[in-house]
């Protein structure tokens, strides 16, 4: 079955960036996301990249996708501390639209 | 464009009993997907309902069961409830066949089971 992993805790100093991992195993793996989840909040949609793809850029957010490895970062330039929150990927395969998340990483900004 | 939306957004109940929780999707979307978040976990994926017919399952029991409404708007039940059953419900909404749209969520049912 899909499996996906995530460190759990990540802590930064304000300003400085922040990188979070994921793996996960299913190889027909075709979108992978990343959301946010802020204290007692639902999932915020961050960022989302294709299979085929190694690298997108979105504004403070970089996701790099290693598809060899099934190894997935984000990475946030300048980190604030309004970016602490739970950080979780997924990934969606070719059967549906069903995801498969990770345990999330919990990110704490230090000012 | 309202997003995902969510009712109620707690709710307590005693074990045995039996709760309906509801989902309206983003507009424009068609595909409503249920999830369970215990507390320090992932979401767990429940069920996906499409053409008001449960497409997909996950590893989950009977109790849990759901509906879909011709306005795409959804339910999910839960009947004989337990102790394990205290989660966080999210609702995610979606377009079918379109892979390349994310599931988008609502903030989610707090359910607390006594």
Redesign the interface.
């Known amino acids: 079955g899909e499996d996906?992993e995530q460190s759990l805790f990540l802590s930064v100093r304000e300003g400085d960036s922040s990188v979070i991992n994921c793996t996960y195993t299913d190889s027909s793996s075709?979108?992978l996301?990343w959301?946010k989840q802020e204290p007692g909040?639902?999932?915020?949609?961050l960022t989302?990249i294709?299979s085929n793809m190694d690298m997108k850029q979105d504004q403070r957010l970089t996701v790099l996708l290693n598809k060899k490895d099934k190894h997935l970062s984000l990475r946030i330039a300048d980190t604030q501390t309004g970016d602490s929150a739970i950080y979780?990927c997924a990934e969606?395969t070719n059967?549906?639209?069903?995801?498969?998340?990770?345990?999330?990483t919990s990110l704490t900004v230090i000012p | 464009d309202a997003g995902?939306t969510?009712s109620p957004t707690h709710l307590i109940k005693t074990r045995g009993q039996q709760v309906t929780l509801r989902c309206s999707p983003k507009s424009g979307h068609d595909?409503v997907?249920w999830?369970q978040q215990a507390l320090?976990?992932?979401?767990?994926?429940i069920f996906?309902y499409y053409e008001e017919e449960e497409?997909?399952r996950?590893n989950f029991p009977d109790r849990f069961s759901g509906h879909q409404f011709p306005n795409y708007s959804s339910e999910l039940n839960v009947n004989a409830l337990l102790l394990g059953d205290s989660a966080l419900y999210?609702c995610?909404s979606?377009i079918?066949d379109r892979?390349?749209q994310?599931?988008?969520?609502?903030?989610?049912t707090r359910l607390s089971i006594l």
């Open positions: 996906v075709t979108y996301y959301y909040a639902g999932l915020q949609l989302y294709f979780f969606s059967t549906g639209n069903q995801f498969y998340f990770g345990t999330g | 995902v969510q595909t997907s999830y320090g976990q992932g979401p767990q994926f996906q497409r997909q996950g999210l995610a979606s079918m892979r390349s994310p599931q988008h969520f609502g903030d989610g």
